[in-house]
């Protein structure tokens, strides 16, 4: 089955504690991205990675860090986590065109991160 | 100014009803649009495609008017399974999706 997962869906942690969110898709696709979600925001983009060892920061970066090591995983790493990034994060991926992203992103099912 | 910014809801109508969303985006340079479907703590999924010309897929209607710089989203025959929130989502350049905050819509019986 194709699909994106996300581990741990739900965390609850505590200041300064660093934590990893891992991402993995088993589509073979190229575009991968982090996103949180904000009530009355919506959905932003933390990070975006369009090929393996390939990343750049989207409009939320700070306090965020990715790697892309292997083209099925995009962790997420939280260095030193505050509660500013209690939020619904959202891992999501696609195939890429020559012209940019296809339109359909497939997400993972989110992961609902508590800092206290 | 929001780069895509949508009427929040919710949109509460009956059950047959016939609605509309409306949404508008501040960069005249965004390349395609789309609308996504997240029903409650869940994750969105692609609804559909916003083409120039318009499209329909069985009871949804999508419009868009690169003039106004906006996109519609028409439900017609309205289920109570259409009930979720409805995410105007833009394509900018550099492989930048944008996504406005959603559309609640309620449809009850």
């Known amino acids: 089955e194709a699909q994106v997962t996300q581990n741990p869906r739900y965390l609850i942690t505590v200041t300064g504690k660093k934590l990893t969110v891992t991402c993995s898709q088993n589509?073979?696709?190229?575009?991968m991205s982090w996103y949180r979600q904000d009530p009355g925001l919506g959905l932003r983009q933390i990070y975006y990675?369009?090929?393996?060892?390939?990343?750049d920061k989207g409009d939320v970066p700070e306090g965020y860090k990715v790697s892309r090591k292997e083209k099925r995983n995009f962790p997420l790493i939280l260095e030193s986590p505050s509660p500013n990034q209690t939020s619904l994060y959202f891992c999501?991926?696609?195939?890429?065109?020559?012209?940019?992203?296809?339109?359909?992103?497939?997400f993972g099912p989110g992961t609902r991160l508590t800092v206290l | 100014r929001k780069e895509v910014e949508q009427d929040p809801g919710p949109f509460n109508v009956p059950e047959g009803a016939t609605v509309a969303f409306n949404c508008t985006y501040s960069?005249?340079?965004?390349?395609?649009f789309f609308w996504y479907r997240q029903d409650c703590r869940k994750e969105p999924k692609l609804l559909m495609s916003?083409?120039?010309s318009g499209n329909e897929d069985g009871r949804f209607t999508a419009q868009l008017n690169r003039a106004s710089q906006y996109i519609s989203l028409l439900i017609r025959d309205s289920k109570l399974s259409d009930s979720a929130t409805y995410l105007c989502v833009v394509y900018d350049w550099g492989n930048k999706l944008v996504f406005g905050a959603g559309t609640i819509l309620r449809v009850k019986s």
């Open positions: 916003v083409y120039s």
């Open positions: 589509m073979n696709h190229e575009y």
């Open positions: 990675s369009m090929n393996v060892e390939v990343t």
């Open positions: 960069n005249s340079a965004s390349q395609s």
């Open positions: 999501a991926s696609s195939d890429t065109q020559t012209s940019g992203i296809t339109d359909t992103q497939y």
